[in-house]
């Protein structure tokens, strides 16, 4: 890994600790790092983090559906994957009209196209 990915890392991590149950540092992670090019170090840290949020859907829930914004119409399969992930999870802990159930629908939607 070269140094500016190193400290890329390094900086995604502490930001990411502030509240990584709030979705506004996904969204502020998403831009940034998509932003700088850089959005494959964004999906390794987002994969690292599954463990350590195993027992907490809320969290897994925004990881798995932020990886499937990353994934949606570059790779619909892996998008699709990611956001069934997300829907398990957020069904343990919101009502089923909440709006990111939407969202989710409409994401799987656009995984039925070939990419």
Excluded: C, W
């Excluded at 983090?49 to 907490?56: G, R």
């Excluded at 809320?58 to 892996?78: P, R, S």
């Excluded at 994957?81 to 969202?103: G, N, P, R, T």
């Amino acid at each position: 890994m070269k140094s500016d990915d190193i400290k890329a890392t390094e900086t995604l991590n502490i930001f990411y600790q502030i509240a990584p149950d709030n979705i506004a540092i996904y969204s502020a992670l998403t831009d940034v790092y998509f932003s700088a090019d850089k959005k494959n170090i964004l999906v390794d840290f987002y994969k690292s983090q599954e463990l350590k949020y195993k027992s907490d859907s809320k969290v897994l829930g925004n990881i798995y559906f932020y990886l499937a914004q990353i994934y949606l119409n570059t790779d619909n399969k892996t998008a699709r994957k990611y956001l069934l992930q997300a829907k398990k999870q957020f069904s343990k802990i919101l009502k089923k009209d909440h709006q990111v159930f939407k969202a989710i629908d409409s994401g799987l939607e656009i995984t039925k196209k070939k990419n």
